[in-house]
């Protein structure tokens, strides 16, 4: 037999795996010649294979010579990438889908050998499997009565929370890709269904009218005018200090926004680029900041040595931050006296779909509100209402007879 040139590779048939090897030298991502080897069922296979690296290698594509296992790199890329690069509040989301579902799912598939059809296989079954049944949650109570007594209740995480795990997954992978430890994304290949996204009832103009007068002698009034007339996110609203604000000139800047963040109230920049803006005050909302700013200035006499100089325009009744999810004690009581069942949120989406009613371009509404993309708001939000509607169905009726 002709002896193989340098280079060109050999293939051996392993009788124990009852498989075809191939061993050929190519250049991997720490820039070294290395012998890697691939395997197949026949030796076609194997050939198409190593041809198919030899190409790889001749273009000046790295050939991946990591062998580390999922949990390892998520771990890696946690600390590496996602904690120096993203805000606190991303990254605390990002870890608790990497340590609940991604590490107990994959942590022990390697990197450069997960497939799209593993990928797949896994999220459908995320998808599918009882939450209740999973993390025994019943059988955790003093008294089970559903999955634990033998009568499942089918506890399934929703649309939204499965295409939030699939998107760590794929950004994880993505940054793989960007290091050259592998050539593709196997997670870009996998569809997961598009959650329905709800934006909440709103409330019409004389709905929105009676709330700020029930919630007139509220000492978080000019909260709800705020949330109301500027279209503001809660962590907008608790982390806005009195210096963004210049009542002389009308003018209001939102920069900074409050959250629970690792069990500790954080401040930090506003949720996107977009979402930070200068907005002028209608003097429905000066006339609020001005009523709250001598409320606060009494609580602060009242409070005395307790008063904490937060900056804060929101704030307890001794200066510090509110807790964002302990507003509910002032909005639940509200809602309750007006029969209502809107979340806090919905008053903001209240806000974008009046100003869309109202007949005001979609661009100027996304910069009051602050979206990422006018897409999100035409999206989301531009729903018109039925009296809308009837007018234009009308008006198209009117030609056509």
Sequence with gaps: MAKRANGDGSITYLKSKGLYQGRVYVTTTSGVPKRVAVYGKTREEVREKMTALQAQDNQGI????????????????????????????????????????????????????????????????????????????????????????????????????????????????????????ILRNVAKLVQVPTPDYGTGKGLTVPQARLLL?????????????????????????????????????????VSSNLQRVDGAL??????????????????????????HQERQAQERATAGDRWKDTGLVFTSRVGTA???????????PLRERLGLTLRFHDLRHTCVTLLLDLGVPPHIVRQIAGHSDIGVTMKVYAHASLDEQRKALGSLSERLA
């Design 62 to 181: 790295p050939t991946p010579d990591t062998n580390v296992n999922m949990a390892d790199y998520l771990a890696y890329w946690l600390a590496a990438v996602v904690k120096v690069n993203r805000r606190p509040k991303t990254y605390q989301g990002y870890e608790s889908v990497v340590r609940v579902h991604l590490i107990p799912g994959l942590g022990n598939r390697k990197l450069r050998t997960l497939r799209a059809a593993d990928v797949r296989t896994w999220l459908a079954r995320v998808a599918t499997t009882c939450q209740c049944c999973a993390n025994g949650w019943d059988k955790a109570r003093k008294e089970p009565g559903c999955c634990a007594a033998g009568e499942c209740c089918n506890t399934r995480l929703s649309r939204r929370m499965v295409q939030s795990i699939h998107a760590v997954l794929r950004n994880a992978i993505e940054n793989a890709v960007r290091e050259e430890l």
């Design 213 to 253: 007068k029930s919630a007139r002698a509220d000492r978080l009034h000019a909260l709800y005018v705020l949330a109301l007339a500027m279209g503001m996110r809660r962590g907008e609203l608790l982390g806005l200090h009195w210096s963004a604000i210049d009542l002389e000139r009308g003018t209001l800047i």
């Design 266 to 291: 954080q401040l930090g920049p506003t949720k996107t680029a977009s979402s930070l803006r200068t907005l002028p005050l209608p003097p429905l909302v000066v006339m609020a900041l001005r009523e």
């Design 322 to 332: 509110i807790e964002p999810d302990n507003l509910r004690r002032s909005w639940y």
